[in-house]
């Protein structure tokens, strides 16, 4: 049990470092209904005019358009669609 132990452990140490100098963003979800985190993400959204504010857009969709150099509802607005 203690060889498996140390093996999880290490797994683990080693995604942790991985994923240390990565950065995150508070993308909405589910669980933002009931985290107490909401505000302070929510702020953010709005202070960087985020994608995720236009009403009805899922993930795969501001994904395509941060493809398409649409990251901001400002710059989304410029966008021509046919």
């Not at 797994?11 to 669980?31: F, N, S, W």
């Not at 107490?36 to 504010?53: G, I, K, P, T, V």
Request: glycine residues 4%.
């Amino acid at each position: 049990m203690r060889r498996i132990t140390g093996n999880v452990r290490k797994r683990l140490l080693m995604a942790v470092e991985e994923d240390a100098g990565k950065e995150t963003y508070p993308e909405p979800v589910e669980h933002c209904n009931v985290c107490r985190w909401f505000r302070e993400c929510d702020q953010r959204r709005r202070a960087d005019d985020h994608l995720s504010l236009v009403a009805g857009i899922r993930r795969h969709q501001r994904d395509q358009f941060e493809e398409w150099n649409a990251e901001t509802m400002a710059s989304w607005q410029r966008c021509r669609f046919r």
